[in-house]
C-alpha cells in the first residue's frame, strides 16, 4: 500500500485561490451554462461550467499552466516531459509555449489523431507507447533522468490540483454556493481541485465524482478506504480511463467527496447529442460524464434534488468531428 502522504504535503483551498491570480488573464473564464428546459425536466436549477470552451478545450490548461509558472528558470530552460491520453498534453504543450519552455509529450499510438496534432502544433516533442503492454510514467520517469527533464503529471500534484480547483472556484465566484456539484473523475486532479474550492466558497456543497462504469476504481477506492488499481479500462470515456487515484487526490477525495457514481458508455453519447441540440456546444465523451451522473442521481431521488442549486463541470470538447458524427449519428 502506497503511503498517506503527511497534510503539508497536500494542496488547500488557499492553494486554489492563489493559482486562480496566476491564472488571470491567461485562462479563459469559461461562461455557465443553463438550460430552462433541463431545470424544468429536473426540477432544479443546473449550472454547467463549461470548460470544454477553455483553451486547448479542456480544464487542463488550468493545472498545467499553474504548474509551469511555478518553476524555476534553471527548470524551465531544461524543460518539461508529461504523459498523457490527449488532453493534458495539449495544455502542457500550449502553457510550455506561452512560457518558452521546451516540452516533450508521452502519448498512447491510438491517440486520437485531433489531439496528436493539436500538441504537435503548439511545438512539443511526441513519444509514443502502446498504452495497453507499455507503463507511460515509466517511460516519462526514464526521460526525465536521462535529460533532466521535470515532470508533470496529469494529475498527482499539488500544482496541478490547484489549477484544477480555479473551474469550479470561477463558478462559485460568479453564481454563489451550491447545494451539490458533479465532478468528472478521473486521475481525481479535478475532483479534488473542486472540492478545495468547494471548501473555501460553498462548505455545504455536497460533491460527487462521476466516472465511466467500466473504470470504477474511485467508486471501488472510496469504498475500500485506500487506492484501488484497475486493469486499463476500455471506455468512450478516454479523458477518464485511469487505473488508479493519486497518492495526493485520494485523500482529498476520500476526506470530502460525498460519493462516486458511475456512467455506462451510452449515456455520454446521448448527452453528447444533447449538449449539441439543446446547448450548441460540442463536447468530448469524457467531457459529458458529470453531467450523465447528475440526472442519474436526480432521477434515482427527486425529493433530494428539488429546488436545489446544482453544479456540474463539462470537461473537454476535443473530439473529432468524423468521430462525434459516428458517435452521435444524424438526428
Ligand atoms: C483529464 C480529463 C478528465 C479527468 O480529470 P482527472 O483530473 O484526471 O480526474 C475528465 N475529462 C476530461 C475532458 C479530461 O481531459
Redesign the pocket.
Known sequence: MTPTPAPADLPTPDDVLAAAQVLRGTAHRTPVLTSRLTDAELGATVLVKAENLQRTG???FRGAFHTLSRLDDARRRAGVVTFSS???AQALALAARLLTIPATIVMPQDAPASKVAATRGYGARIVHYDRYTEDRAAIAADLAARDGLTLVP??DHPHVIAG?GTAVLELLEDHGPLDALFV????????SGSLLAVQALSPGCAVFGVEPEAGDDGRQSLRAGRIVTIAQPRTL?D??A?THLGEL?FPIIAGHAEDVLTVPDDALVGAMALFASRYKVVV?P??A?AFCGMRAAVAADPERFAGRRIGVTV??G?VDLDRFAALVGPA
Open positions: 479542456s480544464f487542463k490527449g488532453n493534458h496529469p494529475y484544477q468528472c473523475l478521473g486521475g481525481g486532479g479535478l475532483l470515456a479523458g477518464a485511469t487526490t468530448e469524457t467531457g460524464l470537461s473537454g476535443n
